[in-house]
């Protein structure tokens, strides 16, 4: 299990080290989403009370449609213990989108799976998606964390 956490926080931070760079050389640069590798993109990162959640969006409408589904995306949050650096897949945690068009969309429940909480999602329409994390995790704490980002035409 640690060996999969290490190997999943490498994969997450090869994109960054290259972002790194350039990250300051632009101050006109917006810093709310990145685009990582292949159809990944990184949401951004925020600490509340000694966890720090890092979220991300992977583009999965291809494989999806083949198996003749509707879903377009996986959103997936890493929750990092900053005390004892490790990340917690364990708690409840859930994700509420809203849309484009201000509508917002019923809670759904994320799984804890391999050292990050993540379920499907459908954002079908272009422009400008919220997701507004809830966690309650083993310490009893209430957590809000809020992402965005502008998916294009």
């Known amino acids: 299990m640690k060996k999969m956490t290490l190997m999943l926080l490498a994969f997450l931070a090869l994109p960054m080290v290259a972002f790194a760079g350039d990250c300051c050389a632009d101050t006109t640069m917006k810093m709310d989403s990145m685009q990582m590798a292949g159809n990944e993109m990184m949401l951004g990162q925020q600490e509340i009370h000694g966890v720090t959640a890092m979220a ?17 995306h996986h959103f997936m949050v890493m ?4 005390a004892t650096d490790t990340n917690l897949d364990q708690g409840s945690v859930a994700v509420k989108v809203m849309l484009p068009s201000g509508q ?5 429940k994320l799984m804890g799976m391999q050292g990050h909480f993540g379920a499907d999602v459908t954002l079908a329409t272009p422009g400008e998606y919220t997701f507004t994390v809830g966690s309650v995790l083993a310490d009893g704490q209430k957590r809000v964390f809020t992402f965005k980002t502008v998916l294009p035409k």
């Open 56 to 72: 991300h969006l992977k583009d999965v409408r291809q494989a999806m449609s083949e198996a003749g589904m509707t879903t377009t």
């Open 79 to 82: 929750l990092h213990d900053q």
């Open 104 to 108: 917002q969309l019923p809670a759904k």
